[in-house]
């Protein structure tokens, strides 16, 4: 930005220079002409005083001819009689017009010429006066270098101006720049002092609330979930302590464990509110491993439900960068959808592709359905769905699979039905 600035500011100010420069130049090139020319009809003048005398006056015109062919200008003169007197020069057409009364400048080979006439007792005297082309141009060179001169001091100072203007601008936008990426990155302490011009600064000033505002959304939001889970807290202790009271020992154990695992879903949503996504230290999981106790867990309501489960999974394990509790809830929220939103008997599939031989690239989760397939791909996001749901269960799974660096993404699968994608990166 700072050096598309100064561009700018050079483009503009070189057209400036040229509109002003260039008119300058020719100018001092006609000015320049037009004093050689007034010298050259000067020293012809003063030479016709004594043109049109007698012949008893020629000495006092080879005085005045020798008078002025002391500078670069020549002056001869063309008497009646066919002589010449002064700079030798031959008789042109051009003298054969002034010779019938008509005083004129010529342009000539090397120079321009002024053609005086001259009337006397014995006829018509023609002086001419040569001015070179090193006196028309005299100056002019001199002239156009401090012209240029002009424009280069011109140039390099609003090069100069213009780079300390745009650095300041480009200064202030930069921290904007700075402080909204940190923003995205979850960093909400982020604040920038706001500097620059008025629109600039009035951008940083609402960038500042925005943070604010978020932070203390964010704050509320966690304190909510805090406090749901305290609510929790009395109906799971009752809970518990009712299944302790069961005859049934294993009915005992087995809704012991489940009331367990319900406490630690509470405990690691009530965490997850309180700790930003980037400061929760790096996980990792075997997916293979995830998938196949999942499968273990849906396997018998399907089987109840007359559902058909393929399980596919590698032998060895499978290494992504997510938790085992994260991707095993996302693996539990779209096996739910499937059981919600497709017929009874309505068979699913799932399975774990791994990553490159050395235990990189990317693995894939993969919940694929034999029902009439998604409305839409769009429904991934918060609150979008096609089946009269909040959508938030593919939410979670998107978000998990963000948070790891990977993506879920919709599809068809080979029967019609969803096919649904967790792309994860792999890695120790």
Known sequence: MRRLLVWYGLAMTSIVLVAFLVPLGLLARSLAQDRAVSAGRQDAQSVAVFAGG?????????????????????????????????????????????????????????????LLPVGGSDGVAVVRTFVPDAELTQGVQQSWLVLAGVGVVLIGATVIAGDRIAARLSRSVLDLSE????????DLTARVDPSGPAEVASVGRVLNELGARVAGLLADERELVADLSHRLRTPITALRLDVEMLDDSRDRDRLTDHIDDLVGAVDAIVWTARHPAHDAPASRCDAASVVGDRAMFWGVLAADQGRDLRVAIPDGPVEVRVSAEELGAALDVLVDNVFSHTLVGTGFALEVHAGDARGGGTARVVVEDDGPGLATLDMAERGRSGA?????????????????????????????????????????
Request: charged share 20%.
């Open 179 to 186: 402080v909204a990426g940190c923003l995205g990155a979850g």
């Open 54 to 114: 007698t012949s008893a006056e020629g000495a006092r015109l080879e005085a005045a001819v020798l008078a002025v062919n002391g500078d670069q200008r020549r002056t001869t003169v063309f008497l009646p009689d066919g002589s010449r007197v002064g700079a030798p020069a031959e008789m042109s057409s051009s003298t054969d017009l002034a010779a019938v009364g008509r005083a004129f400048t010529a342009r000539t080979a090397g120079g321009v010429e002024v």
């Open 388 to 428: 009269g749901s909040t959508g938030l269960g593919l939410d979670v799974a998107r978000r998990t699979a963000e948070r790891a660096g990977g993506r879920l993404t919709l599809g068809s699968g080979s029967s019609g039905g969803a096919r649904i994608v967790l792309e994860l990166p792999c890695g120790p």
